[in-house]
């Protein structure tokens, strides 16, 4: 049974309404957010319209904003959006689901200033802009929104995607605009698209730059992302509509040589039971460069649809040979009968002790994961690592500390040798310190083997490097 000092709702009951709101009084004294959803607490007492209003008077001060948001008021800021959505959801559309649709219109047009206002990478905020943009679409069939009404709002919307914050829009407005609005918003965008654009004058073209063959004009930039963000959202309407015709058709001819395009257009292809075509837009790509995993997968896939399923694998395996990327394996692994897969998966990872580049195989043990297959190539290779590489070594031999303590020393040596060999004083700090942790791992080490034990090893190091006063004053 809970103590009666435990904070639940139960024990905070037994102080009473008057006590409780007293106390609720002193808490928000000093914090304009808990003062904020107190007020939005005691309007929805008085009905969604009061509720409603309070909320439209909290998004105008938002949209109005000046100041910057700073890193670590992000998670403040985007508290107070989803109080603000949170309530048009759950209070104003269960009662006023049109009122609530101009709400949640108004909410997702702060999305500008708030972005604009930031100087954050944080994903906070796109999130809850893209959970809006889902619940206009909930609310806009609740609300029964007229197409037309609908279409316009999504194509003046997607006019200004600066932000990404309407990059769902689309697919989350498809069961509200139903196949006659799709059309309608199709046609706006089409029109939009091949609308010519008014050049300014020769005087008055203001210049942002300078290409390989000139002047680069603002009017010619905005122009081209007009193009550009048409282009993706019938993209998005092709998907809609399942026409993948529609979608190959947004593509400009000389991006069908890109993989990444390439692997866009195959995947929808399967899905048409067009396999021979995904095939030949996957093999029609530029081969100059190295190809990414993405594509690599999706031909494979493609030849599996084709009943080719042998050269599949064997080209899976050839993939993973070349880069020994796990999921080429893992995808090998998945095609094949039980107790075939364990002889399998030994082959691949003798051949990873093998590969050339040490660091990959590394990675590729650490992630596959096989932490002792790891140590091993630690301590037959470890003459090949690579100190500098400290972005691998760092978290490899974190990962390795607790079952294979050797093998993290070895790592830590290496990072070690490498700042003191190069006479890196910037990386002193770092160094002292995987010495100290090669100290703590030295007990629980049984057999050095061919390495010097920690006393042997740091003598040598005094011996090698006893000038470098810098590096030893940070070990007292």
């Known amino acids: 049974m809970a103590a009666k000092t435990t904070l639940n709702a139960k024990n905070l009951e ?7 709101a007293e106390l609720l009084i002193e808490i928000s004294t000093g914090s304009a957010a808990h003062k904020r959803r107190l007020r939005m607490e005691l309007a929805g007492n008085q009905g969604s319209t009061e509720v409603a209003r309070e909320i439209r008077k909290r998004l105008g001060s938002i949209a109005r904003a000046q100041s910057v948001i700073e890193w670590h008021k992000v998670k403040t800021v985007n508290a107070d959006l989803e109080t603000q959505r949170s309530a048009i959801v759950t209070v104003v559309a269960a009662d006023d689901p049109k009122e609530a649709f101009d709400l949640i219109w108004q909410f997702l047009a702060v999305a500008d200033s708030i972005f604009h206002r930031s100087n954050s990478s944080d994903t906070a905020f796109i999130e809850t802009f893209h959970q809006a943009c889902a619940d206009a679409g909930v609310i806009a069939r609740c609300a029964g929104i007229g197409i037309d009404v ?3 709002k999504v194509f003046t919307a997607l006019q200004d995607n600066d932000y990404g914050q309407y990059d769902p829009l689309i697919a989350e407005m498809v069961p509200a605009l139903g196949k006659d609005g ?8 089409v029109q939009w698209s091949n609308e010519v654009e008014e050049r300014p004058a020769d005087a008055d073209r203001e210049i942002l730059g300078w290409g390989g063959s000139g002047p680069i004009y603002q009017d010619e930039i905005h122009a081209k992302h007009r193009r550009l963000t048409a282009r993706i959202a019938l993209q998005d309407i092709a998907d809609a509509q399942d026409d993948v015709d529609a979608f190959i058709a947004q593509q400009p001819e000389e991006t069908l040589r890109a993989p990444m395009v390439a692997t866009a257009i195959s995947g929808r292809l399967l899905l048409a039971g067009r396999a021979e075509e995904a095939l030949r837009i996957l093999d029609g790509v530029d081969h100059r460069f190295e190809m990414p995993f993405e594509w690599q997968d999706a031909r494979a896939e493609t030849l599996d649809a084709l009943g080719r399923g042998e050269e ?3 080209y899976r395996w050839q993939c993973f040979e070349q880069s020994l990327n796990g999921e080429h394996l893992r995808a090998f692994l998945r095609k094949l009968a039980d107790f075939d897969d364990i002889e399998a998966e030994e082959k691949a990872l003798a051949f990873a002790h093998g590969f050339p580049d040490v660091h990959r195989a590394l990675a590729f043990f650490l992630a596959w994961p096989a932490h002792a297959e790891a140590a091993k190539l630690i301590s037959r290779r470890q003459a090949e690592l690579d100190g500098n590489l400290y972005e691998l070594m760092t978290p490899a031999a974190e990962m390795l500390q607790e079952k294979h303590p050797l093998a993290a020393t070895m790592l830590l040596r290496s990072m070690i040798g490498f700042a003191l ?3 890196r004083s910037s990386r002193y700090r770092h160094a002292a310190r995987h010495l100290a942790e090669c100290g703590s791992l030295a007990p629980h080490i049984d057999d050095f083997g061919s390495a010097r034990p920690h006393d ?4 040598e190091l005094k011996r090698q490097h006893g000038t470098k006063h810098g590096f030893w004053s940070l070990m007292r």
């Not at 799709?182 to 965008?189: F, S």
């Open 312 to 314: 599949a694998q064997a």
């Open 182 to 189: 799709l059309e309608r918003l199709k046609g706006l965008l």
């Open 421 to 423: 060999d190069y006479g």
């Open 150 to 152: 609908l279409a316009d």
């Open 14 to 20: 037994a102080l009473g309404a008057q006590r409780l």
């Open 456 to 459: 042997a090893y740091v003598a």
